[in-house]
């Protein structure tokens, strides 16, 4: 097993309607307004980005993120990484209910070496902090879809 790849699926049940939900997500830009562990959101270009995150734990992921699909009408956002983890990452946005269901899906490779040092002994807190950032990250995009 390689102890530094992960791979997460996080569903996230909103009210508010696809269309509301895929437009917030696809700026990502913005994230750092309602999701308080995206610590800084940077724009290079029209398909490019850097993002920086840090959740419960003393130490921060940066990333450089580039689109690899967006596609409003499938309800697709899915974004190649690399920097402290290369990988993928996407969300799919579909009706549920009187709502949304946004389902986020992520794998990646941890390359940070403080994670990596630790990888065996920390995996559990890891999954822990990330499953903590979901979390508030669902709690800040509803209350923004609210406003």
Known sequence: MDWCHYRFRTVWDLTASPD???AVLERAEEYPRWWPQVREA?????????????????YELVV???QARRDAAAGVLEAAMTGDMDGWARWTVRPH?????AVYEQEVEV???????????????FIANHALMMRAGRRGLAAALAV
């Open 97 to 101: 209910g009187t709502g949304t269901r």
């Open 111 to 125: 390359r940070k070496a403080l994670v990596r040092r630790f990888a065996v002994p920390g995996r559990p807190v």
């Open 42 to 58: 940077t724009r290079i270009d029209d398909r490019t980005g850097t993002l920086r995150f840090r959740s419960l734990l003393p």
């Open 64 to 66: 450089t993120v580039g």
């Open 20 to 22: 509301a939900v895929f």
